[in-house]
């Protein structure tokens, strides 16, 4: 597990999902997977948030949404798409609103597959996404003290 100085804060934000992969998210976040064990804490403030785990695909109506909240997160940030309709759009993929995945608009870190996605993978992202966390903030720590 990464030696993180403080927990990373982590937003969930359900883009245009079926709610499938909401609830494995959901039971994530509950005593019952309980992803904080792992050092994340739940937030609902983009400003406050170093990890956006990101579910359902794109689309004209939330893709200024997801920008927006993506741009309130101070660096360092990682993105975690959650589910297959997050990861390339899925099964809606080729319907007239749907733009794609989350990288459509938005730089993704880590890729979660599954229609729904398991807890047990979310859970391994989540991980994922807290190394990669420490990671980019080493760097940005590193880099401030050597200019």
């Known amino acids: 597990m990464a030696n993180v100085s403080r927990s990373p804060w982590l937003l969930h934000y359900d883009g245009s999902s079926c709610n499938g992969c909401d609830i494995e998210v959901l039971a994530c ?18 400003m406050h948030a170093d990890i956006l785990l990101i579910t359902g695909g794109i689309n004209s109506q939330n893709a200024s949404v997801v920008e927006q909240i993506y741009k309130q997160m101070p660096n360092p940030k990682v993105v975690c798409a959650v589910g297959t309709c997050a990861c390339t759009g899925g099964v809606f993929k080729e319907c007239y609103n749907i733009k794609g995945g989350a990288d459509t608009v938005i730089p993704v870190d ?13 859970i391994d992202g989540v991980v994922q996404a807290v190394a990669l966390f420490q990671k980019k903030h080493e760097e940005i720590k590193n880099n401030t003290v050597t200019k």
Do not use: H, K, W
């Open 29 to 46: 976040l509950t005593p019952v997977y309980d992803a904080e064990r792992f050092g994340v804490v739940n937030t609902g403030n983009p």
């Open 110 to 122: 880590i890729y979660v597959p599954g229609c729904a996605a398991r807890p047990q993978s979310i």
